[in-house]
């Protein structure tokens, strides 16, 4: 099942995703510029393969709910989310705060 939210952060909405699947779920709450995700997303891809795309995204991990993503610190981001001042170790929050 997917269940798209709107999440209220600071006066602003932003897009939660919920995706469960089998034995796991999927967690994204993203903007029109990036998005922060469970531990499911693969930086280093986005990074190396993907760099030309210049993504903005990051990635918490140990985490089962929007509210636990937004809350969580950040353990890794792309190369173009350190350009926004989005670095491991910021709350998921204050992170999609920098991406509006």
Known sequence: MVTLLPIEIEGHTVMGVE??????????VYTSRGYI?????????LNEQLADRKIIAARAVGVRTLEQLLEAPLESVTLEAEKWGIHPGLAGKDAILRML
């Open 19 to 28: 995706v469960k699947l089998p034995k796991t779920t999927l967690l994204a």
């Open 37 to 45: 995700m469970c531990g499911a997303l693969d930086v280093g891809l």
